[in-house]
C-alpha cells in the first residue's frame, strides 16, 4: 500500500472536504462493480450500496455514519451509476429504521471487494505477525498504522481502534517480558535492580549518569578520547559488556535506550518495574555500544591526523634547500682559499665535496614523518595504554591482537625498551627499526605499526569489539554460516539468482566479448579516438535551450501565486494528511497540529527550538523540543516525505518527467559548528559540515535520505538508499558519480538486482578490463587489462550472495558492509573475486556510456535533478544545522528527513499548479510536446517565501486536516508569529 493511504485507514465517517482525486481514486467502479450495485432495484439503494462500496475502499471499515453526505460526492456517485442524485444531504431515511438493509448493504460491499470479517484465526495470525515484527520496530506508534495497513492488504475490514491497541499492547507486553526474562536469565533480578540504582546516581561532578553516558563528544580531541575511555571502563565494570542475550538485538536495543534517554530519570520511577528494568538495560548496552564506536572513530581519527601533522611538521622548505646550498658555497670557499693546495689536490677535494653532496641519501617525506613520531612516542603510549583494556579480537591469529599482548606485557614489567624483535608483520617500512639496536626507539616503531595496523585492521574488520555496533565481527555482521546454510536456497530465490554461478557470470562474460568487440569497431571507425593517452571523444558544444522550453516554463509558473512556506505545508497537509503519519493518528487540537510543524520546521530548516518557539508564541519552547523528541523517528519522518512524494507522483504532468525506474543520488553539504566530532571541511565552501545523502527520482521528488560523514566514500549509502526505500516500487538503475562507486560495489548492486551507473570522472584515463587470454585488437590495445578471471569469480560468488542476502535482509547495512570490503580489505578473496565482478560490470557499462549518447545523457540527466534538488534544499535550510542536533547520527537521521519533507512539499505545490496550467493548454487545443515538459522542474522558488513568519492559516484547510475536531470560530482567532 502507498504511504498516502495511510491516514485514510480506519475513518469512521465520510470527511467533509473531499477533492476530486479522491473521489475519483475512491468512488469510481469497474464493470463489474456496477453490475453488483445496479442488481438493486430501488434507486435509492443503488445508492447506498454505492457509497458503501467506495468508503470500504478507502477506509477498509465499514460505514456506519450516514447523517452527513457531501453535496459533491452525491453528485459523482450519480454520474456513476447513471441515476440523477437525490436532493439530501443524508442516507437517515433509508437506514434509521431498517438496521438490517444497512447491514446488507454492508455485507454486500464488503464482499464485492474481496473483504472480510475477522476470523479468530486470523486473529491468532495477526498477534503472531505482532510478536514477529516486534523483534525489528519496537514503536508502539508505528505499530498502529502498520497493523492498519496489513489489514487493508490482507482484505480483513478494519476493527476498533481500540481492539487494535489491545492487540498491539498485548503483543508488546508479551515481547517484553521475554526480553527482560532473557536479561535475567543472563544476569540475574538483583544486578537488574542495581543498574537501576546506579542510573539514579551522579558522577563525581555532580552530573547525571544517565546524562553523562547519553552525552555525545564534544568535539574531536585526546581528552574527549580519556573521557569515552572511562565511560566504557565504567560501563565494563558494571557487567554489561559480558554475556548480553542476542534475543535482546540491536533494534530493541535503540528503542528502549532511546525512551530512558529522552526521560528523565525521575519519571521513568512511574513507570511499571518490567519496562523499568528493560530500559534501563538498554540504555547501559546502548551507551556501551555507542561509547566504543564514538572511541573507535575518535581513535582512527587521531591516527590520521597526528600521521598528516607529522608529515607538515617534517615537510622539507625552501629554508632547508638554501641553507643546504649555503652550506655547500662556504665549503667551496674555504677549499679556493688554501693557498698551499696543489692544483690537483684542489681539483680531487673539489670532485669529492661535490660526489659526496650529489650521493646524499634522499629521504621520503614518509620517511620524515615515521621518524618524527618514532621521536615522539609519548601521545601514543598513553592511548595504547587505555587501549589494552578494550576486549579487542580477531578470528585467528593477527599481528595486531599479538603487537598489543607484547605491548601490555612491556608495560605491565614498567620498561621503555622492547626486548626483543617480534616477528609480526606490521608493515615492512617500520620493521627495519623495530629490529635496530636503538631498543628505545624500536618500542616506539612498535607502537605505532601497531596503531596504524590497528586502524586499518578495524576497517576491514579482521579486528573487532563485541559490545559495537560498528566494529563488530563478521560473525554477527553478516548472516552466520549455519543460518546460510538453513536458507541458502530461500535467499537466492529472493535476489532472484541461480545456485550455479556459471548461469550468472558466463552470459555477463559473453556480454561483454561482444561490447568490446563493438567498442573496437566504433574506434577503427573514428567514432571514438583511442592512444596512449586514453579515451576521446568528440566534444559536442552545449545547445542553447529550445525557445518552447522557455514559453512553456513561463506558461506553466505564470499562473502560480506567491508562496509562504508555512501555508504550502499546510495546503500540501490538507492533501496528504502527512501530519496524521507523524502523530499516527489524527492531531487532536490546532494546538497539537502547530506543534507537529514546529518540529518539522525545527529539524528541517537552520532554526532552533527557541528560534520556532519565537515565531509561533502560543507554544513554549519546551514544548517544541518534546514534540521534536517525540517525532525524532526517522521512519516517521521518511514516511511522511514518501507519502508526499507518491501525491507528487499522481499528476499527469509528472508521467513526462522521466524514467520511472532511474534514480540518482549524491551527497550535500550542511554547515554546521566546527567544534562537532563528525563535522568535516567541505571542500569546495571551506565550512565545517556534515554530509546529506539524497537519492532523487528522474522524474523529481527525493524518496530517501541519509545523513553521512564527508569526504568518505559513498558507494555503501548509494546502495543503501535503494535498498531500504519503499517510496517508488521499482529502482533497475542508479546515477552515482564517482564518490558513490566502488568496483565491489558495482558487484554488490548487480546482485542486489540493480545497475550502479557512475558518471566518472577522468573516464578517458581509466582502463577497459576483459578475462585472461581475450584477443584484444589493435586499436585497443592502449586501454585494455585482459587480468580477469571467471574461476576467481565463481569461487567467491556464494560468499558474495551472502554478504548480498545479509544487506536484503536487514542483518546489516550495505555501509557497514562496503566499509568492510573497501581498500583497506585488500588480499582477501571474497574481496579480490568482487573486484574483478565490479571490473567487468564497469567495463560494459564504460563501454554503454561512451558509444550510446541517449544513454549517457539520461545519467547526467538525472544527476543534475539531484543537484537542482539539493539547490532548493539549501534554499530551505540556509544557516547552520544546530548544534544540539548535529552531534548525533539519530538527530540527524530527523534532520535529514524533514527536510526531504518540506522539500517534496515544494516540488508536490509547484506540480498542482503547473498541472493546473498543462490542463488549460490542452483545453485550449494548444500544442503540447512531452520533451519540452522533461525539461521544466517543479523547483521553482521565485516569489516563494521560505524565510518569513510562521503564520499557519489553519482555518482555510481545518475541513480536511482536522475534520473531528474543526471549530472555524475557535481556529480563525488572531494568530500571532
Avoid at 636 to 655: C, G, P, T, V
Amino acid at each position: 500500500m502507498e504511504h498516502w493511504r495511510s491516514p485514510y485507514l480506519g475513518l469512521r465517517d465520510i470527511p467533509a472536504g473531499l477533492n476530486e482525486f479522491e473521489l475519483t481514486t475512491f468512488f469510481s467502479y469497474s464493470a463489474a462493480e456496477l453490475a453488483t450495485v445496479r442488481s438493486l432495484r430501488k434507486p435509492l439503494h443503488r445508492f447506498g450500496l454505492a457509497l458503501h462500496m467506495g468508503f470500504i475502499r478507502m477506509s477498509g471499515r465499514t460505514l456506519d455514519a450516514v447523517d452527513r453526505i457531501p453535496k459533491m460526492l452525491w453528485s459523482h456517485l450519480g454520474a456513476q451509476i447513471g441515476i440523477d442524485p437525490p436532493a439530501m444531504g443524508t442516507l437517515r431515511s433509508l437506514y434509521i429504521d431498517r438496521i438490517r438493509t444497512l447491514s446488507e448493504h454492508q455485507q454486500q460491499a464488503y464482499r464485492a471487494l474481496g473483504f472480510q470479517q475477522m476470523t479468530e484465526h486470523q486473529r491468532r495470525y495477526v498477534v503472531r505477525w505482532l510478536r514477529e515484527t516486534l523483534v525489528s520496530r519496537s514503536d508502539q506508534t508505528s505499530l498502529l498504522p502498520a497493523l492498519k495497513r496489513w489489514l487493508y492488504d490482507h482484505r480483513i475490514l478494519q476493527i476498533a481502534p481500540r481492539e487494535l491497541k489491545s492487540l498491539i499492547a498485548t503483543a508488546q507486553r508479551d515481547h517484553e517480558a521475554q526480553l527482560l526474562k532473557a536479561l535475567e536469565l543472563r544476569y540475574g533480578q538483583q544486578k537488574l535492580q542495581t543498574w537501576e540504582a546506579a542510573l539514579n546516581s551522579k558522577t563525581q561532578d555532580g552530573t547525571p549518569l544517565q546524562t553523562w553516558l547519553w552525552a555525545a563528544p564534544l568535539k574531536q580531541s585526546t581528552v574527549q578520547i580519556t573521557q569515552f575511555f572511562d565511560k566504557v571502563d565504567h560501563l565494563r565494570a558494571m557487567g554489561v559488556a559480558e554475556n548480553w542475550p542476542s534475543s535482546v538485538n540491536d533494534a530493541a536495543v535503540r528503542h528502549y535506550a532511546r525512551r530512558c534517554a529522552h526521560r528523565a530519570p525521575s519519571v521513568s520511577k512511574r513507570i511499571t518495574a518490567t519496562r523499568r528494568s528493560l530500559e534501563v538495560a538498554c540504555f547501559l548496552r546502548y551507551a556501551l555500544c555507542t561509547s566504543s564506536d564514538q572511541l573507535l572513530l575518535m581513535l582512527r581519527r587521531w591516527i590520521r591526523k597526528t600521521a598528516n601533522d607529522a608529515a607538515r611538521e617534517t615537510m622539507p622548505t625552501y629554508a632547508d634547500a638554501q641553507a643546504k646550498l649555503h652550506e655547500f658555497a662556504l665549503n667551496v670557499r674555504k677549499l679556493a682559499r688554501q693557498e698551499d693546495l696543489s692544483h690537483e689536490d684542489l681539483r680531487a677535494q673539489l670532485v669529492e665535496l661535490a660526489t659526496a653532496t650529489l650521493t646524499d641519501t634522499k629521504v621520503s617525506r614518509s620517511a620524515l614523518a615515521r621518524a618524527h613520531l618514532i621521536d615522539h612516542p609519548a601521545q601514543a603510549r598513553a592511548l595504547l595504554a587505555r587501549l589494552l583494556t578494550l576486549p579487542l579480537a580477531a578470528q585467528g591469529d593477527h599481528p595486531v591482537i599479538q603487537a598489543l599482548e607484547i605491548l601490555h606485557n612491556t608495560y605491565a614489567n614498567r620498561v621503555t625498551t622492547l626486548a626483543t624483535a617480534p616477528d609480526l608483520k606490521l608493515g615492512n617500512r617500520w620493521q627495519k627499526v623495530i629490529a635496530g639496536t636503538d631498543r628505545k626507539k624500536a618500542l616506539s616503531a612498535l607502537e605505532w605499526a601497531t596503531l596504524f595496523a590497528l586502524r586499518l585492521s578495524l576497517r576491514n574488520g579482521s579486528v573487532y569489539l563485541e559490545h559495537s555496533f560498528v566494529f563488530r565481527s563478521q560473525a554477527t555482521l553478516f548472516i552466520s554460516k549455519e543460518d546460510w546454510k538453513k536458507t541458502r536456497d530461500m535467499h537466492y530465490a529472493q535476489l532472484g539468482l541461480s545456485k550455479d554461478p556459471k548461469e550468472t557470470l558466463e552470459p555477463l562474460a559473453e556480454h561483454l566479448h561482444k561490447r568490446l568487440q563493438d567498442f573496437a569497431t566504433a574506434a577503427a571507425s573514428g567514432q571514438i579516438r583511442v592512444d596512449s593517452e586514453g579515451i576521446h571523444q568528440e566534444k559536442s558544444p552545449a545547445s542553447p535551450e529550445d525557445i518552447r522550453v522557455a514559453a512553456l516554463r513561463r506558461t506553466l509558473y505564470e499562473g502560480r501565486p506567491p508562496g509562504q512556506l508555512p501555508e504550502i505545508v499546510l495546503e500540501m497537509d490538507s492533501a496528504v494528511r502527512f501530519s496524521w503519519i507523524l502523530l499516527g493518528r489524527e492531531p487532536n487540537s490546532r494546538r497539537e497540529l502547530l506543534m507537529v510543524y514546529a518540529a518539522v520546521f525545527a529539524h528541517g530548516t537552520s532554526m532552533s527550538a527557541a528560534d520556532v518557539s519565537r515565531m509561533i508564541p502560543e507554544l513554549p519552547v519546551e514544548a517544541v523540543r518534546q514534540t521534536m523528541k517525540r517525532l525524532s523517528d526517522e521512519r516517521r519522518m521518511r514516511e511522511a516525505s514518501d507519502a508526499m512524494l507518491q501525491y507528487l507522483h499522481r499528476f499527469e504532468i509528472a508521467k513526462h518527467w522521466g524514467r520511472s525506474d532511474l534514480a540518482s543520488s549524491d551527497m550535500m553539504s550542511l554547515e554546521t559548528e566546527r567544534a562537532i566530532w563528525q563535522s568535516r571541511v567541505d571542500p569546495r565552501r571551506k565550512t565545517a559540515s556534515v554530509g546529506i545523502y539524497t537519492h532523487v527520482r528522474d522524474g523529481w521528488g527525493i524518496m530517501y535520505d541519509q545523513p553521512i560523514v564527508l569526504n568518505e566514500r559513498q558507494a555503501g549509502v548509494a546502495i543503501e538508499g535503494v535498498v531500504r526505500q519503499s517510496a517508488v516500487e521499482d529502482v533497475g538503475q542508479l546515477a552515482v558519480d564517482t564518490h558513490g562507486y566502488t568496483d565491489f560495489a558495482m558487484a554488490v548492486a548487480k546482485l542486489l538486482g540493480f545497475d550502479l551507473c557512475p558518471a566518472l570522472a577522468d573516464i578517458k584515463h581509466r582502463k577497459l578490463f576483459a578475462l585472461k587470454g581475450t584477443i584484444v585488437p589493435n586499436v585497443l590495445d592502449p586501454v585494455m587489462a585482459c587480468n580477469l578471471e571467471l574461476s576467481a569469480m565463481e569461487g567467491i560468488f556464494d560468499e558474495l550472495v551472502r554478504i548480498a542476502a545479509s544487506i536484503r535482509s536487514g542483518q546489516c547495512s550495505a555501509v557497514q558492509a562496503l566499509t568492510r570490503f573497501g581498500s583497506a580489505a585488500r588480499g582477501q578473496s571474497v574481496y579480490d573475486g568482487g573486484v574483478q565482478f565490479g571490473k567487468m560490470l564497469c567495463t560494459i557499462f564504460k563501454v554503454d556510456y561512451l558509444l550510446n549518447a541517449a544513454f549517457r545523457s539520461e545519467i547526467r540527466h538525472a544527476l543534475n535533478r539531484g543537484e537542482s534538488t539539493h539547490t532548493l534544499q539549501h534554499a530551505i535550510h540556509s544557516g547552520k544545522i544546530p548544534a544540539a542536533l548535529s552531534k548525533r547520527m539519530d538527530s540527524m537521521a530527523a534532520v535529514s528527513s524533514a527536510l526531504s519533507l518540506l522539500s517534496n512539499c515544494v516540488m508536490a505545490w509547484n506540480a498542482g499548479h503547473m498541472q493546473t496550467a498543462w490542463d488549460a493548454i490542452k483545453a485550449a487545443g494548444g500544442e503540447l510536446l512531452i520533451a519540452d515538459a522533461r525539461s521544466v522542474s517543479p523547483t521553482n522558488i521565485a516569489e516563494i517565501n521560505l524565510r518569513g513568519t510562521l503564520d499557519f492559516p489553519v482555518e482555510k484547510f481545518a475541513l480536511r486536516i482536522l475534520p473531528s475536531s474543526v471549530n472555524i470560530k475557535d481556529l480563525s482567532r488572531r494568530r500571532t508569529a
